[in-house]
């Protein structure tokens, strides 16, 4: 068995036993049934809450306000990247504070963002794109630096143009990186956007947590918690799925 084949084969384990912990723990008493909801019991609340229609407003107002903090996160994270990656000065500047970074939680200035931008959307926006860029930023400047001297040579003896051996050489070569920073973007996104959510919206998946949390319906609860986790993996796959488009044209 090839190791890919491995790797996916351990995976699936993973997932049934995860699963099936979710559905027997509380039934036979290994987690109090307060704490935990048998997972059948979740899926058929969220597919009565989804046949009548409950989800779909707060279940569209994540997903738009995800995929906007996480596109800003992409469109300023990866040239600010690559103005760092050009100018080393700055970047050795920066580093100590980028490296600090989330040691203080972005969310902690949500009381400065309602002053400045108000209630709503644009707060929310805010905090889930401050808690993404800077995964962003450090990881396209750090694939590009580390890009193996003997890369660029070949594209002078290639006679690349400046153009050619960005896409070609450089890119290719740092791509890997760039994506991994994009990959996190996605989780810091949906992470800033739902827990800001829960005091900042009158909408939204995790208003609707925290609505259910505090009415004692943990089956509606759990329900809205599975959507966050479609939510984020579906963004997930197609930025998976992007990367392997954008690496096969780049090479």
């Given at each position: 068995?090839?190791?890919?084949?491995k790797?996916?084969?351990?995976r699936?384990?993973?997932?049934?036993?995860?699963?099936?912990?979710?559905?027997?723990?509380?039934?036979?008493?290994?987690?109090?049934?307060?704490?935990?909801?048998?997972?059948?019991?979740?899926?058929?609340?969220?597919?009565?809450?989804?046949?009548?229609?409950?989800?779909?407003?707060?279940?569209?107002?994540?997903?738009?306000?995800?995929?906007t903090?996480?596109?800003?996160?992409?469109?300023?994270?990866?040239?600010?990247g690559?103005?760092?990656?050009?100018?080393?000065?700055?970047?050795?500047?920066?580093?100590?504070?980028?490296?600090?970074?989330?040691?203080?939680?972005?969310?902690?200035?949500?009381?400065?963002?309602?002053?400045?931008?108000?209630?709503?959307?644009?707060?929310?926006?805010?905090?889930?794109?401050?808690?993404?860029?800077?995964?962003?930023?450090?990881?396209?400047?750090?694939?590009?630096?580390?890009?193996?001297?003997?890369?660029r040579?070949?594209?002078?003896?290639?006679?690349?143009?400046?153009?050619?051996?960005?896409?070609?050489?450089?890119?290719?070569?740092?791509?890997?990186?760039?994506?991994?920073?994009?990959?996190?973007?996605?989780?810091?996104?949906?992470?800033?956007?739902?827990?800001?959510?829960?005091?900042?919206?009158?909408?939204?998946?995790?208003?609707?947590?925290?609505?259910?949390?505090?009415?004692?319906?943990?089956?509606?609860?759990?329900?809205?918690?599975?959507?966050?986790?479609?939510?984020?993996?579906?963004?997930?796959?197609?930025?998976?799925?992007?990367?392997?488009?954008?690496?096969?044209?780049a090479?």
């Amino acid at each position: 068995m090839s190791h890919r084949r491995k790797v996916q084969a351990a995976r699936a384990i993973a997932l049934v036993v995860g699963l099936a912990f979710l559905e027997l723990g509380p039934r036979l008493g290994w987690v109090d049934r307060l704490t935990l909801v048998p997972l059948s019991e979740v899926l058929r609340s969220l597919h009565a809450q989804l046949v009548q229609g409950k989800l779909t407003e707060h279940l569209g107002a994540s997903a738009v306000t995800v995929v906007t903090a996480f596109g800003l996160a992409v469109l300023t994270g990866v040239p600010a990247g690559l103005l760092l990656w050009r100018l080393p000065k700055v970047r050795a500047l920066l580093e100590p504070y980028l490296a600090s970074y989330y040691a203080v939680p972005v969310f902690a200035l949500y009381p400065l963002l309602i002053s400045l931008l108000g209630m709503g959307y644009l707060p929310i926006v805010a905090i889930a794109w401050g808690w993404s860029v800077v995964a962003v930023v450090v990881n396209t400047a750090v694939g590009f630096t580390q890009v193996r001297p003997v890369y660029r040579k070949l594209a002078v003896t290639l006679r690349l143009t400046p153009w050619q051996t960005f896409r070609h050489i450089l890119f290719p070569a740092a791509a890997p990186y760039v994506f991994n920073g994009i990959k996190l973007a996605v989780t810091y996104s949906v992470i800033g956007v739902i827990a800001s959510e829960f005091i900042l919206a009158p909408r939204g998946l995790g208003w609707l947590i925290s609505y259910h949390y505090n009415n004692f319906s943990l089956r509606e609860m759990y329900a809205a918690l599975a959507l966050v986790l479609v939510l984020a993996t579906g963004i997930y796959t197609a930025v998976g799925r992007a990367e392997r488009a954008v690496r096969r044209r780049a090479g």
